[in-house]
């Protein structure tokens, strides 16, 4: 008989919280339960409660799991290949094998953040940030010349973030857009990248 090998500390938490951002990226955080995320990661749930304090506690260390990921893949293509790095961080994103995606995060909590300040707050903050980021990449470009100076960086970057959205609707509701979601990203790429625009 194979016994099961025993966990570190962290490696225990790190299981939790791997099984918490497949659980409420599926289902929902209400629907969510943290007996059934405890399961997943193979352990109790007064276990899982010696890491996290609550539930909201873990949803919340989600939310900056997620985010950790998707800015490490990010900073990862930027430093490869910087040249028209948006698309490319959009379609890789999007494109990835991972059932854990930032913004189906992002939905869950909006959908509870009306009855909870903290987990409002917290993707208010985050949202934020995940704006900043991108619109700090959006300048670079500009800098390099890759993005025509004109593009009005904030903008640009509230508009990539809302792509993310429009594309997590569409695959929630099994194809909103159609074949409209590759015109969108077409004619975000050619405006961002001054791609004939003339012709």
Not at 33 to 62: D, V
Not at 99 to 128: C, H, N, S
Not at 182 to 189: D, H, I, L, P, Q
Request: with cysteine.
């Amino acid at each position: 008989m194979q016994t099961r090998q025993r966990l570190s500390a962290v490696e225990r938490r790190q299981a939790v919280l791997d099984a918490a951002c497949e659980a409420f990226s599926a289902a929902s955080y209400r629907g969510a339960t943290t007996a059934e995320i405890a399961e997943a990661a193979g352990i109790s749930e007064p276990i899982l409660y010696r890491h996290f304090g609550s539930k909201r506690e873990l949803f919340l260390a989600c939310l900056e799991e997620a985010w950790q990921r998707f800015r490490g893949a990010a900073e990862e293509m930027l430093a490869t290949d910087p040249h028209g790095c948006l698309g490319r961080i959009a379609d890789a994103y999007m494109a990835s094998k991972a059932r854990v995606r930032l913004v189906d995060l992002w939905v869950q909590a909006l959908t509870v953040a009306p009855e909870d300040a903290v987990i409002g707050k917290a993707l208010k903050k985050q949202m934020r940030e995940v704006h900043d980021f991108f619109a700090d990449v959006i300048r670079t470009g500009q800098e390099r010349g890759e993005v025509p100076a004109d593009r009005d960086a904030v903008a640009e970057a509230w508009l990539f973030v809302a792509g993310g959205l429009l594309v997590t609707f569409d695959q929630r509701l099994g194809g909103l857009l159609g074949d409209d979601l590759k015109r969108v990203r077409a004619e975000r790429r050619r405006w961002m990248l001054g791609e004939n625009l003339n012709s």
